[in-house]
C-alpha cells in the first residue's frame, strides 16, 4: 500500500523521511552495539548511515533518468566495503560482516519504500533492530544446545514438511473415517504444541517457578505434568500450596491446548467450543492465582524447579504410538456412533477421559463422523471433565496432603462449571 495512503503529504518528501528516520536509527543502533560490545572497528554508525541511506534514495531517484546510476552507487558501496573488509581482517584478525549487511540494506531502503508495501520496510528495520540486540542472547542459547537439538528439528520439518504433504486426504474405508493425511497432521500438530513447550522450558525458561513448571507443563501433558508436581509436593511440603497452584495452572493450560488443536484441525467446532474452553481455562488460571495469593502464613521461598517434563517429545516410537491410538479411537468413535449413537458417545468420552484423551479428540476434530457438530462438542466437554476428575484423583494420591483442601475446592469448581457447559452445548 502506497504510503501517501497514510500521510497526505508528498510521497516523495515522505518516502525521503522515512529513509532518513530508518538509516539514522540502523546507524544509532551500531554506535550503541560497538559501544556495549567494544567490537573494535566498524564501516559507519549514525551518520555514516544516514548519508548511505540518503545516498540510496537520491540515485534511486535519479536512476529513472539516468539508467544504471544507482547500481553504479551499489558497485561503488560493495568496492569500499570489500576495501573497508580486506584490512579489518588484515589489521584487526576480525571476520564479522553483520555491519556490512546492514550498511547494504541502509542503501536499499529507498528502493524497499517505493517498490514494496510501506509494512515490509518496517519490517525489515525491525528485524535489524531486534537482532543487534540478541546476539548475546543467541551466543547464551547456542551453549544449551546438545548434539540432538538439530536431529531433533529435522525430524520436525520431516514430519510437517516433507512427508505430510505426500500423504492422501482420501478416506481409509467407511470403518476406518480418517485419512492418511488426517492421522499424520494429527501427530504433527500434537508434536509441534509439545515441541513448542520442549523449547519453551529447556532454552527460554531453563530455571522455572513452580507456578510457571505447571503452566508450561499443561502445554505438554497436564496428566504427566500433574503427575510429576504432586510427587515433588510431598519432597516439598513447604510449597504444598504453590503446587496445587501449578497444577490447576496445567488444568488451565490444558483446555488452552484442546481449543488450539480444535481450531486448527476443526475450526467450526473450535469456533463453537472458543467460549467454553477459554472461559473454563479463564476460570482456572484464576483459581490457581487464588490459591498461589491465599496463605495463611508467609513460606519460605521456593527454590528453582525443574521443569514436568525436559523429554523430547519428537521420538518416532512415540509419533507411531500417537498414530495407532488415533486409528483406533477413531475406529472405536465410529463404531460407538453406528451403534449406540449420542448416548454411546457420551459414555465413551467420559470413559476415554481417564486415558490420554489427545488421541480420541483428535479423532472427534479430523474424523469423517455423521454427527451433529452439538454431539462432537459435548464429547468434547466430556471427555476434559473426565480427564479433570482424574487428574485430581492422581494429585490427591500422589501429592502432599496439605494440598487437598486447596485441590479439591479447585478441581470440583471447575469440573461442575465443565458440566454447566456440556448442559447448555
Known amino acids: 500500500m502506497a504510503v501517501e495512503h497514510y500521510i497526505h503529504l508528498p510521497p516523495d518528501l515522505i518516502n525521503l523521511l522515512l529513509t532518513m528516520a530508518f538509516a539514522l536509527a540502523i546507524g544509532l543502533e551500531l554506535r550503541q552495539y560497538h559501544l556495549k560490545n567494544k567490537s573494535g572497528t566498524l564501516y559507519g554508525t549514525d551518520r555514516t548511515h544516514l548519508f548511505i541511506g540518503l545516498a540510496g534514495y537520491v540515485l534511486y531517484l535519479l536512476n529513472r533518468d539516468i539508467p544504471y546510476v544507482f547500481w553504479a552507487g551499489e558497485i561503488f558501496l560493495i568496492a569500499s566495503m570489500t576495501v573497508y573488509y580486506y584490512f579489518k581482517i588484515k589489521n584487526k584478525g576480525q571476520f564479522g560482516i553483520t555491519t556490512l549487511w546492514t550498511t547494504f540494506i541502509t542503501y536499499h531502503l529507498a528502493a524497499l519504500l517505493y517498490t514494496q508495501p510501506l509494512w515490509l520496510t518496517f519490517a525489515v528495520v525491525s528485524v535489524i533492530l531486534l537482532f543487534m540486540q540478541l546476539k548475546q542472547f543467541f551466543w ?27 500423504l492422501s486426504h482420501r478416506v481409509i474405508s467407511e470403518s476406518i473415517p480418517v485419512s492418511p493425511f488426517d492421522i499424520w497432521l494429527a501427530v504433527v500438530v500434537v508434536s509441534g504444541i509439545s515441541y513448542l513447550s520442549y523449547w519453551l522450558r529447556k532454552f527460554i525458561f531453563p530455571s522455572q517457578s513452580i507456578l510457571l513448571s505447571g503452566i508450561l507443563g499443561g502445554l505438554y501433558s497436564s496428566t ?3 503427575l510429576v508436581l504432586a510427587r515433588k509436593s510431598k519432597q516439598d511440603p513447604a510449597h504444598a500450596r504453590e503446587y496445587a497452584a501449578a497444577i490447576l495452572a496445567a488444568t488451565g493450560m490444558m483446555f488452552i491446548r484442546v481449543e488450539i488443536l480444535a481450531l486448527l484441525l476443526h475450526p467450526q467446532l473450535g469456533r463453537r467450543l472458543l467460549l467454553p474452553l477459554l472461559g473454563l481455562a479463564a476460570l482456572t488460571l484464576l483459581i490457581a492465582l487464588g490459591i498461589l495469593k491465599w496463605k495463611n502464613a508467609p513460606r519460605p521461598a521456593a527454590t528453582e524447579h525443574v521443569p514436568a517434563e525436559t523429554k523430547n517429545p519428537l521420538e518416532l516410537k512415540t509419533a507411531f504410538l500417537f498414530a495407532a491410538l488415533f486409528v483406533f479411537f477413531s475406529v472405536l468413535t465410529h463404531y460407538v456412533l453406528q451403534h449406540y449413537g449420542r448416548q454411546g458417545l457420551q459414555i465413551l468420552s467420559f470413559v476415554v477421559g481417564f486415558t490420554d484423551i489427545d488421541p480420541f479428540l483428535l479423532g472427534l476434530f479430523t474424523g469423517h463422523y455423521q454427527a451433529p457438530l452439538s454431539e462432537l462438542a459435548t464429547a468434547t466437554m466430556v471427555a476434559v471433565a473426565s480427564n479433570n476428575l482424574l487428574k485430581m484423583l492422581y494429585a490427591l494420591i500422589w501429592g502432599h496432603r496439605q494440598m487437598r ?17 456440556i448442559f447448555l452445548l
Open 224 to 226: 504427566a505434568t500433574t
Open 140 to 166: 547464551q542459547l547456542t551453549k544449551t544446545f546438545d548434539e540432538d537439538e538439530f536431529i531433533t528439528l529435522s525430524k520436525f520439518l520431516l514430519m510437517s514438511g516433507t512427508l505430510l504433504p505426500l
Open 405 to 421: 483442601r486447596p485441590l479439591i475446592a479447585g478441581f470440583l469448581t471447575v469440573i461442575v462449571a465443565n458440566l454447566a457447559v
